[in-house]
T-cell receptor, first 118, second 112 residues
Framework: DTGVSQNPRHKITKRGQNVTFRCDPI?????LYWYRQTLGQGPEFLTY????????KSRLLSDRFSAERPKGSFSTLEIQRTEQGDSAMYLCASSLALTRQAINEKLFFGSGTQLSVL | DQQVKQNSPSLSVQEGRISILNCDYT??????FLWYKKYPAEGPTFLISISSIKDKNEDGRFTVFLNKSAKHLSLHIVPSQPGDSAVYFCAASWDSNYQLIWGAGTKLIIKP
């Protein structure tokens, strides 16, 4: 078991460029989450997948952000036309939910992708 | 509007003593609470959780207490060890909702 893997670990980009991050969850996990964390704050929810279906998306999430999980395995998070305010740590987490109940299972996080927008 | 608050940015405790980390929340709909620990350059790691139907949950050196009337929970670590030095996050959720609401974290430093 290799845990949750995120690539790249670091990304530096210029304002206005598009970036894409990848997350490989623990293989048998059916739920996948994206969170964003800035310095001195806790993680902030972005979006959530149950298998390949994107079931919830934060109201705060700009239209420049899009996420996919095409085959219910790995996921990608794309940010278009990046802005300096997008600079943050982007965390992916996965979990195995055995019921339809909302989140009450523990999440397994990757080490994150640190994005710096210049 | 912060629904989950950890008012102590940092806490320093002597090795072997008890560490008490506090968390307050404002949303009475929260019914499930979790604590995560985070080391530098790593993602958060689940530590312990508690449902609102309980007021205490224990796992080895870690105990979480929930006071629903005060909207307050605390994490006790006894005895504290050097490896406990990390940032601790309190998080909360409620029925039919798939997102966790997180506090800002408390950095715990265990002094030898």
């Amino acid at each position: 078991d290799t845990g949750v893997s995120q690539n790249p670990r670091h990304k530096i980009t210029k304002r206005g460029q598009n970036v894409t991050f990848r997350c490989d969850p623990i293989s048998e996990h059916n739920r996948l989450y994206w969170y964003r964390q800035t310095l001195g704050q806790g993680p902030e929810f972005l979006t959530y997948f149950q298998n390949e279906a994107q079931l919830e998306k934060s109201r705060l999430l700009s239209d420049r952000f899009s996420a996919e999980r095409p085959k219910g395995s790995f996921s990608t998070l794309e940010i278009q036309r990046t802005e300096q305010g997008d600079s943050a740590m982007y965390l992916c987490a996965s979990s195995l939910a055995l019921t339809r109940q909302a989140i009450n299972e523990k999440l397994f996080f990757g080490s994150g992708t640190q994005l710096s927008v210049l | 509007d912060q629904q989950v608050k950890q008012n102590s940015p940092s806490l320093s405790v002597q090795e072997g003593r008890i560490s008490i980390l506090n968390c307050d929340y404002t949303n009475s709909m929260f019914d499930y609470f979790l604590w995560y620990k985070k080391y530098p350059a790593e993602g958060p790691t689940f530590l312990i959780s508690i449902s609102s139907i309980k007021d205490k949950n224990e796992d080895g050196r870690f105990t979480v207490f929930l006071n629903k009337s005060a909207k307050h929970l605390s994490l006790h670590i006894v005895p504290s060890q050097p490896g406990d030095s990390a940032v601790y996050f309190c998080a909360a959720s409620w029925d039919s909702n798939y997102q966790l609401i997180w506090g800002a974290g408390t950095k715990l430093i265990i002094k030898p």
